[in-house]
């Protein structure tokens, strides 16, 4: 039987706190990307994650968190998810990675995703970051006209996002981990699957936050995950894609609370006119 979904909805206010520390995971993937080149390892990006995070004030959320080592996960090639970082794993030519961040303001979470090629990568490589991208702004999109239409429910992202992976090509989606509630906590109810069919689950009304991280595989869709207790990997080995973003629906709109212009640019009207603005502390 599944579980009695407990969601918390967020006031207007709340959302604005949410806004702070969803800026600061975009400060701090900003800062990553920009470093990311051949030599890099992926310890020296996980240091810059922490002192952006603690300069801001916050505290990364992935440290500690059932025991986790670090600031951030760094997924590498056919690591899908939840790789640890390590000065042992010096970035490569031709690398694709993976970046997860997470940070705690003032007890509220953001939490985001990106995908980067280390220097030159083969086009159709390149070409599956784009369409986990799309992937994710489609099912923060639907997520948006759902809310807006009044009957819009959870698998409508799902399916959302799905069905922009199909239309894009032959790619596995990954199943077992997805997207889930934040906010006072990083990881809330409900879980949003990465594919499934529409209409199905708790509407989409404003107050909900979700993290949306679409994952996809150049091969199989099968995972595993390795002696380490975290480390997910393709099973056939497939280079694998995965993004994120925290969003919420606000009343007449979304705002993507971890990207920089709150989704305008991607998600044009669909945003919402009243910006959650960071309470005055
Ligand atoms: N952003 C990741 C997720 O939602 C969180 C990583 S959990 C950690 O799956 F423990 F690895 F930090
Ligand atoms: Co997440």
């Known amino acids: 039987m599944a579980h009695q979904l407990e969601i918390e909805l967020k006031t207007p206010e709340q959302i604005g706190l949410m806004r702070r520390a969803g800026l600061v995971v975009a400060d701090a993937l900003e800062r990553m990307r920009a470093v990311v080149a051949p030599g890099v390892s992926t310890a020296d990006l996980d240091r810059i994650a922490e002192e952006t995070i603690r300069a801001a004030g916050a505290v990364p959320s992935f ?12 997924s590498v090639n056919d690591q899908v998810v939840h790789a640890i970082p390590s000065p042992r794993q010096v970035l490569r030519e031709g690398d694709l990675i993976s970046i997860d961040c997470g940070a705690d303001l003032d007890g509220w979470h953001g939490d985001a995703a990106i995908t980067v090629a280390v220097g030159d990568v083969p086009s159709d490589v390149r070409g599956m970051v784009r369409v986990a991208e799309d992937a994710m702004w489609a099912g923060i999109a639907a997520a948006a006209r759902g809310a807006r239409s009044g009957k819009g429910r959870l698998t409508d992202i799902s399916f959302a996002i799905q069905s922009s992976i199909r239309k894009a090509g032959r790619y596995g989606i990954v199943e077992g981990y997805g997207g889930h509630g934040i906010g006072t906590a990083m990881h809330q109810d409900p879980f949003v699957q990465n594919s499934g069919r529409p209409g199905k689950g708790p509407m989409l009304r404003p107050g909900i936050a979700l993290a949306i991280e679409p994952m996809i595989t150049r091969g199989k869709p099968r995972v595993a995950e390795l002696d380490d207790g975290w480390t997910v990997v393709t099973v056939d080995g497939s280079v694998a894609v995965h ?7 606000c009343d007449d709109g979304v705002w993507v609370l971890t990207a920089h212009d709150g989704g305008r640019a991607r998600l044009g009207d669909l945003i919402t006119s009243r910006e959650p603005v960071p309470a005055v502390e």
């Open 63 to 74: 440290k500690g968190y059932h025991g986790y080592p670090a600031s951030i996960c760094s």
């Open 243 to 249: 993004v994120e973003h925290t969003m919420a629906i």
